[in-house]
Each structure stands twice: as structure tokens, then as C-alpha cells.
């Protein structure tokens, strides 16, 4: 299977920039790529108090329509973050956009720094079917708690998408986490960053990597702009749990109801 990492230097709070650099990483994909992944809330950017009001869309807005018409035209799937509006509350939130629509969404459910007095938290973690495969998202910070990651292992997954908009000194961070939460689940991930320059002199430390169920390394970025391609041979899932799997031994599960929809979408909600 092949997915293209588009590791882009988005503008905060510009959303036609941003728009139009998503539309055209998206037709620039190879015909035979099944999906592409962009940086955390890459549509708007990092929104502040004052403006995440005016930037911020609801989920069936303009930004997100555009999307979905650019990927049903590829026939392609897309993991895009975006500033979600949700009735006047605030979101921090990744779409899995297939060529039929939404598959999936979810709200960032740890909340960093920057993210405290302009999002919401997120109640629960999601995964969906996607092309043979149980789908998860996880946002940025998210990725710090293991607890995260194993909320989706619970529900089965073999796929981790993780929208990032880490910044510098943090890369060598989550270059350890996304390593360490793959293993942990034997499952593949998929982290993408932002680069470049954001507002209040952040510096983003790119470094979008794919890591396997075995925890390796396959590919990792430096910190420049670019779109490339990775492949990920499935037969890895199956190696990485053929003699033992954590979820199975694990001693301690993470509480929470499971809601099983019937389209596939699967669900562990965080206790209140």
C-alpha cells in the first residue's frame, strides 16, 4: 500500500493558503497512492483566542467540501487536520476523508499549551474500516501518553495516523514516541509535521516518519517542505504478532465503553 506524507510550512490562520497547498499536494499524487496525510489542523493553521472564531469551520464547511471533491476526483483518500467549529465550541480535529466522504473524525483529546483557551477536548477515540484495515487518528501532544495509542489498540487497530504540528526543541521527542507507540500496538505509523515558521516564533521540527508494528524506523523526513511516498508492506502486521501480542498479555485495561457502529466504525469513550 502506498501513502504520500505531505509535509508542508502551512501560514496560521490564512485557510486559503493552506487550502490550495493541500489541493495541489493532493493532484499531485501518484495514480497508484491510496492516501495522503497532512499536518495537524493544517486547513487554518494554529488559530489563537481572538481568532479562532473567524478561521474555524464546521466539519461540512467550504474548506473540508473542497476535500472531499479533490479526493473523490483522485479517488484517494486524505488525513487533514482542521480548526473545527462545532456550534460556537472549538475543536482541534483530523478528518479521515475517503472519496465517499468522511469516514472519520476526531477530536485532539490532550489538549498542549497553545491548544488551552482557544479548542475543546475531545471525548473519546475513534477508529474506522479502511481498505482491509482498522484506522485510528491521534493528534500531536496525544502521542506523548501511551494510553492514547492503547485506547486504539483496544479497539483493534493496525493503522495510526497522527496529524503533528510539533515545533522545536520537541522533535527528538516525538520521534521516540511515534517509535515506542507503534510497538507497543504492533501496528504501523504514520506521523506528519508541519515545517517552518509559525506565528509567535515557533519553529517546526518537520521529521514525518513511518514506523512499523515492530516499532522500526522505515522513513523519516528532514525539515524541509516535500511530499514523498511511502510503502507499507502488511505482511508486517502479521510477523509482529505471530509469537506474542501485548494486548492479549497486557494485565491493566484502559476503562471506557466501546460503541460498535454499523458501518464499521469502532469507539472507546473516556470515562467522564
Given at each position: 500500500?502506498k501513502v504520500?506524507l505531505?509535509?508542508?510550512?502551512?501560514?496560521?490562520?490564512?485557510?486559503?493558503?493552506?487550502?490550495?497547498?493541500?489541493?495541489?499536494?493532493?493532484?499531485?499524487?501518484a495514480?497508484?497512492?491510496?492516501l495522503?496525510v497532512?499536518?495537524?489542523?493544517?486547513?487554518?493553521?494554529?488559530?489563537?483566542?481572538?481568532?479562532?472564531?473567524r478561521v474555524?469551520?464546521?466539519?461540512?464547511?467550504?474548506?473540508?467540501?473542497?476535500?472531499?471533491?479533490?479526493?473523490?476526483?483522485?479517488?484517494?483518500?486524505?488525513?487533514?487536520?482542521?480548526?473545527?467549529n462545532?456550534?460556537?465550541?472549538?475543536?482541534?480535529?483530523?478528518?479521515?476523508?475517503?472519496?465517499?466522504?468522511?469516514?472519520?473524525?476526531?477530536?485532539?483529546?490532550?489538549?498542549?499549551?497553545?491548544?488551552?483557551?482557544?479548542?475543546?477536548?475531545?471525548?473519546?477515540?475513534?477508529t474506522?474500516?479502511?481498505q482491509?484495515?482498522?484506522?485510528?487518528l491521534?493528534?500531536c501532544?496525544?502521542?506523548e501518553?501511551?494510553?492514547?495509542?492503547?485506547?486504539?489498540?483496544?479497539?483493534?487497530?493496525?493503522?495510526?495516523?497522527?496529524?503533528?504540528?510539533n515545533?522545536?526543541?520537541y522533535?527528538?521527542?516525538?520521534?521516540?514516541?511515534?517509535?515506542a507507540?507503534?510497538?507497543?500496538?504492533?501496528?504501523?505509523?504514520?506521523?506528519?509535521?508541519?515545517?517552518?515558521?509559525?506565528?509567535?516564533?515557533?519553529?517546526?521540527?518537520?521529521?514525518?516518519?513511518?514506523v512499523?508494528?515492530?516499532g522500526r524506523?522505515?522513513?523519516?523526513?528532514g525539515?524541509?517542505?516535500?511530499?514523498?511516498?511511502?510503502?507499507?508492506?502488511?505482511?508486517?502486521?502479521?510477523?509482529?504478532?505471530?509469537?506474542y501480542?501485548?494486548?492479549e498479555?497486557?494485565?491493566?485495561r484502559?476503562?471506557?465503553a466501546?460503541?460498535?457502529?454499523?458501518?464499521?466504525?469502532?469507539?472507546?469513550?473516556i470515562?467522564?
Amino acid at each position: 500500500m502506498k501513502v504520500e506524507l505531505a509535509q508542508l510550512a502551512g501560514q496560521d490562520n490564512v485557510t486559503a493558503h493552506n487550502l490550495k497547498q493541500a489541493l495541489a499536494a493532493i493532484e499531485a499524487c501518484a495514480p497508484d497512492t491510496s492516501l495522503i496525510v497532512f499536518p495537524e489542523t493544517h486547513l487554518m493553521g494554529f488559530p489563537s483566542a481572538e481568532t479562532v472564531a473567524r478561521v474555524s469551520e464546521p466539519v461540512d464547511g467550504p474548506s473540508v467540501g473542497a476535500i472531499q471533491a479533490a479526493a473523490k476526483a483522485r479517488n484517494l483518500s486524505v488525513a487533514i487536520g482542521l480548526a473545527e467549529n462545532d456550534r460556537g465550541r472549538f475543536y482541534n480535529t483530523t478528518l479521515l476523508i475517503t472519496p465517499e466522504g468522511v469516514a472519520l473524525k476526531y477530536r485532539k483529546t490532550h489538549l498542549w499549551a497553545s491548544d488551552r483557551g482557544v479548542f475543546s477536548s475531545g471525548d473519546r477515540y475513534v477508529t474506522c474500516l479502511w481498505q482491509g484495515l482498522r484506522v485510528g487518528l491521534l493528534v500531536c501532544y496525544d502521542i506523548e501518553f501511551p494510553e492514547s495509542a492503547r485506547a486504539l489498540g483496544q479497539l483493534g487497530v493496525d493503522l495510526i495516523l497522527v496529524t503533528n504540528g510539533n515545533m522545536d526543541p520537541y522533535g527528538p521527542t516525538h520521534r521516540t514516541a511515534i517509535m515506542a507507540r507503534a510497538q507497543e500496538n504492533q501496528a504501523f505509523a504514520l506521523m506528519v509535521n508541519r515545517v517552518g515558521e509559525g506565528d509567535g516564533g515557533l519553529v517546526f521540527a518537520g521529521g514525518s516518519a513511518l514506523v512499523d508494528p515492530l516499532g522500526r524506523l522505515l522513513h523519516e523526513a528532514g525539515r524541509e517542505s516535500s511530499q514523498f511516498t511511502v510503502e507499507l508492506d502488511l505482511a508486517q502486521l502479521a510477523l509482529a504478532r505471530r509469537d506474542y501480542r501485548y494486548l492479549e498479555d497486557q494485565r491493566l485495561r484502559l476503562p471506557g465503553a466501546v460503541i460498535e457502529h454499523t458501518d464499521g466504525r469502532r469507539e472507546l469513550m473516556i470515562p467522564a
